[in-house]
């Protein structure tokens, strides 16, 4: 696949160009116009250690574990095909078993999003539409785009769509906004996109698109609604309160803000945090976040030796102890709002225009 247009939404960002230094209260992103890290410790890394470039390349497993994922998910939506959907044992099912495997089929496709499952990127791409499968909507196609800005970009004002925009954080920067943030967060990471950078629908959005629906309209004529409702069910669990749900605030909200900080004058907080834990072992090792972002064409299998090799570079670096704690402290600390965030101004649409996907630099 050759390079996609990006076509950007116009800015409706609270500052226009770049600000006067100002002091940020708390009620305001940290902008600045300082690089993100990751590109720096990357060329450090293998300045120190140039044999971690042989931990990059795809992982043959990966395929394997997601095709026992996507049946896992098959077999149990057909084990509830008769249960009622308000049922405890249906929504316990689906809560257990069906949003840790759905949330393992979201990183699978994220695995896959950087070419780390097959070696041929097209390959990698017909690959996610299958574990889209258990998910129940189109989703693997769009990620790829989006995901892949979020790491060149990181931080962009318009092209990192990970990033709340200034109404989402006006309105949920408060507990009832916060948990009801939480607990939603799938449709605010499915919607956001669509409306702040516009990806060019190609060939392979189509086919991602038609294969969902086909697959839905089969399995509802022959298993019933039920086998679809728990899929789509443990999507939206798999992106609510769950404990691996953790990973989304985990990665780059600041949970430990500054007393003061100046906008674009000061060095901004650190904005890329991992996780080592055991729920990992769930998550294609998604924890380890600070090592995938150095390095995005590690697979999730060599990202602990990753760290390993460069511990000099991330021990000193601060971790989450637990994503569910993290999903906690989001909602209650008073301290810890969708402000939180490192942002950086939009300065050069002109070099932004086109991203070739199959670059596994970023």
């Known amino acids: 696949m050759s390079s996609s247009k990006i076509i950007h939404r116009a800015s409706k960002t609270v500052h226009e160009g770049v600000p006067p230094e100002a002091v940020s209260s708390n009620l305001d992103f940290y902008w600045t116009k300082h690089a993100e890290p990751h590109v720096l410790r990357r060329k450090q890394i293998i300045k120190k250690h140039p044999e971690v470039t042989k931990l990059c390349g795809h992982e043959p497993m990966t395929k394997y574990i997601c095709i026992f994922v996507v049946l896992l998910q098959m077999v149990t939506a057909y084990s509830l095909r008769n249960t009622s959907f308000w049922s405890l044992k249906f929504w316990g099912l689906a809560y257990v078993?069906?949003?840790?495997?759905?949330?393992?089929?979201?990183?699978?496709?994220?695995?896959?999003?950087?070419?780390?499952?097959?070696?041929?990127?097209?390959n990698?791409?017909?690959?996610?539409?299958?574990?889209?499968?258990?998910?129940?909507?189109?989703?693997?196609?769009?990620?790829?785009?989006?995901?892949?800005?979020?790491?060149?970009?990181?931080?962009?004002?318009?092209?990192?769509?990970?990033?709340?925009?200034?109404?989402?954080?006006?309105?949920?920067?408060?507990?009832?906004?916060?948990?009801?943030?939480?607990?939603?967060?799938?449709?605010?990471?499915?919607?956001?996109?669509?409306?702040?950078?516009?990806?060019?629908?190609?060939?392979?959005?189509?086919?991602?698109?038609?294969?969902?629906?086909?697959?839905?309209?089969?399995?509802?004529?022959?298993?019933?609604?039920?086998?679809?409702?728990?899929?789509?069910?443990?999507?939206?669990?798999?992106?609510?309160?769950?404990?691996?749900?953790?990973?989304?605030?985990?990665?780059?909200?600041?949970?430990?803000?500054?007393?003061?900080?100046?906008?674009y004058k000061d060095v901004p907080p650190l904005e890329t945090y991992s996780y080592y834990g055991i729920l990992n072992m769930l998550t294609w090792n998604v924890g380890y976040h600070n090592e995938h972002h150095d390095f995005p064409f590690v697979a999730w299998s060599k990202l602990?030796?990753?760290?390993?090799?460069?511990?000099?570079?991330?021990?000193?670096?601060?971790?989450?102890?637990?994503?569910?704690?993290?999903?906690w402290d989001f909602i209650f600390d008073e301290n810890v709002l969708l402000y939180n965030r490192i942002k950086r101004p939009n300065l050069d649409v002109t070099q932004k225009k086109k991203v070739d996907f199959n670059d596994n630099s970023y």
């Open 124 to 263: 990698n791409r017909l690959f996610s539409i299958v574990v889209n499968l258990p998910i129940g909507i189109p989703y693997s196609a769009s990620f790829q785009p989006y995901h892949q800005l979020h790491h060149k970009f990181l931080g962009d004002e318009l092209f990192d769509t990970d990033l709340p925009t200034y109404y989402e954080a006006v309105f949920f920067s408060n507990v009832l906004g916060k948990a009801f943030f939480a607990t939603f967060q799938i449709f605010f990471y499915a919607l956001r996109p669509m409306f702040i950078t516009q990806i060019q629908f190609t060939i392979i959005h189509l086919l991602n698109v038609l294969v969902q629906l086909t697959f839905d309209i089969i399995v509802v004529s022959l298993f019933g609604w039920n086998f679809l409702l728990y899929l789509l069910l443990s999507s939206f669990l798999a992106g609510s309160l769950h404990p691996c749900a953790g990973h989304f605030v985990a990665e780059h909200y600041i949970f430990n803000p500054p007393e003061s900080y100046i906008n």
């Open 97 to 122: 078993i069906g949003a840790t495997a759905n949330q393992n089929c979201f990183l699978a496709i994220h695995e896959l999003c950087h070419n780390l499952g097959f070696k041929k990127p097209i």
């Open 304 to 327: 602990p030796q990753l760290r390993k090799l460069a511990r000099e570079f991330y021990d000193p670096l601060p971790r989450h102890e637990s994503w569910c704690k993290v999903t």
